[in-house]
């Protein structure tokens, strides 16, 4: 089991930054891939980035490519979201999840992310 609580959301202008933190609990931290994911009011929950066990490896999807930025700290049991040059399209309850694989194609399909977090809402004003 992993238990995940985000962090970090809240009311921003356009073009300003927020960085979201995900903190996990149970499982050993390094042995899962994580992922970021967002919905919007009528619309689905979207795969964001996705980070492999080491951060060797990332994933953004083109809506937030060069504006956010996943890591993870193994040693702090916490992955972070830093979002710059937010617009009102990034407007969203934002969430963590845990992938039940720690590498490969597996990390980019949400029906294997398996433990989710509360999310954290995400404002930007235009």
């Known amino acids: 089991q992993v238990q995940l609580v985000e962090s970090g959301g809240g009311l921003v202008q356009a073009g300003g930054s927020l960085k979201l933190s995900c903190a996990a609990s149970g499982r050993t931290f390094s042995t899962y891939a994580m992922g970021w994911f967002r919905q919007a009011p009528g619309k689905e929950r979207e795969l964001i980035s996705t980070?492999?066990?080491?951060?060797?490896?990332?994933y953004y999807a083109d809506s937030v490519k060069g504006r956010f930025t996943i890591s993870r700290d193994n040693a702090r049991d916490t992955v972070y979201l830093q979002m710059n040059s937010l617009t009102p399209e990034d407007t969203a309850v934002y969430y963590c999840?845990?992938?039940?694989?720690?590498?490969?194609?597996?990390?980019?399909?949400?029906?294997?992310?398996?433990?989710w977090g509360q999310g954290t809402q995400v404002t930007v004003s235009s």
């Open positions: 980070i492999n066990w080491s951060g060797g490896g990332t």
């Open positions: 999840a845990a992938n039940i694989y720690s590498s490969g194609a597996g990390i980019y399909q949400i029906k294997n992310y398996a433990w």
